[in-house]
């Protein structure tokens, strides 16, 4: 997996509206689509594939409880399919300076080979963002009628890109989306701005 300072690049790349790049000799244009809001009453969050993940842990960084939007950085080919380059958690409006990696319980980056991060496995080509506290209604890996939670999910599909934001109670929500290429490992990093606080989230799905 990539390392910080390919994210530095990337980031500025990818959420730029507008935005149009040579990938594999084809242009690409970039343009940004909120997914929802995710509400995050206890501050921990999750990444994960929520249709295969088993109670995925929590990063041990945490942020100010609230509802952020979840924006994801889409790139559209010249044939007009898009897919999901990236997927944001915006905590504040200010920009990053630094990016370290988004850490879970007993993950420690100087284990890690040069340039290698920790991330996650999606298996069914989606990933998401929730609270550490929507994980055990977040099921979905046991749920009976997956067919009814995969219709709503490509609700608005558009080769090759969807996206959802699913209820689960008054106080907690799971927002998915597709993953770039589909199945995958990826890595997720936190955005500390200059004043040493975390100002977003991002997980690359490793289309650049």
Not at 59 to 66: D, E, I, K, N, T
Not at 68 to 84: C, H, I, P, S, T
Not at 136 to 151: N, W
Not at 178 to 202: H, K, M, N, P
């Amino acid at each position: 997996m990539e390392s910080n300072s390919d994210i530095s690049e990337i980031y500025p790349l990818v959420y730029t509206q507008g935005q149009k790049l040579e990938i594999d000799g084809r242009t690409v244009s970039f343009s940004i689509a909120t997914a929802g809001l995710v509400s995050l009453p206890s501050g921990r969050v999750v990444a994960c594939d929520p249709l295969t993940a088993d109670r995925p842990p929590a990063f041990v960084q945490a942020v100010l409880p609230g509802r952020y939007a979840v924006d994801l950085a889409l790139a559209r080919a010249q044939n007009g399919f898009e897919k999901v380059a990236m997927a944001r958690i915006k905590f504040t409006s200010r920009q990053p300076a630094v990016w370290v990696m988004a850490l879970c319980k007993g993950q420690d980056p100087q284990t890690l080979a040069p340039g290698a991060s920790f991330g996650y496995r999606s298996e069914s080509g989606t990933g998401a963002f929730m609270d550490a506290g929507s994980v055990s209604q977040a099921d979905f890996a046991h749920l009976e009628d997956i067919d009814s939670l995969l219709v709503e999910l490509t609700g608005n599909y558009k080769p090759h890109r969807y996206w959802l934001e699913q209820a689960l109670d008054r106080r907690h929500n799971v927002v998915m989306f597709s993953t770039g290429e589909g199945a995958g490992s990826y890595a997720s990093y936190f955005g500390i701005d200059d004043a040493g606080d975390i100002c977003t989230l991002v997980t690359d799905f490793k289309l650049i």
